[in-house]
């Protein structure tokens, strides 16, 4: 059975520093992509980032040069170093692993990223 176990969520001040992470039980994390998607308050959920199985990303044009995604396939574990954080950055973040194609795509429970002004 594939878990998702997401850590890192907190309030910070605007222009502060969180750095999420996300465990994954199974032996299907190596060789799927993993992302970060967050829904705010009233929004739709969007992807934040993702990585490759071979380590491509690919953001959000409102992250990009703020936030990184990385993966450590030793630990099955998918992280998000998020600095210089805005009030807008403000959601539930999920992280999700999605198989080739998405025919699969298994979910954490959210972690609450509080950015205030």
């Known amino acids: 059975q594939v878990q998702l176990v997401e850590s890192g969520g907190g309030l910070v001040q605007a222009g502060g520093s969180l750095r999420l992470s996300c465990v994954v039980s199974?032996?299907?994390?190596?060789?799927?992509?993993m992302a970060w998607h967050r829904q705010a308050p009233g929004k739709q959920r969007e992807l934040v980032a993702a990585?490759?199985?071979?380590?491509?990303?690919t953001y959000t044009d409102s992250v990009k040069g703020r936030f990184t995604i990385s993966r450590d396939n030793a630990k099955n574990t998918v992280f998000l170093q998020m600095n210089s954080l805005k009030p807008e950055d403000t959601a539930l973040y999920f992280c999700?692993?999605?198989?080739?194609?998405?025919?699969?795509?298994?979910w954490g429970q959210g972690t609450q990223v509080t950015v205030s002004s």
């Open positions: 999700a692993l999605h198989t080739v194609g998405a025919l699969t795509n298994y």
């Open positions: 990585i490759s199985a071979g380590s491509s990303v």
């Open positions: 199974g032996n299907i994390f190596s060789m799927n992509t």
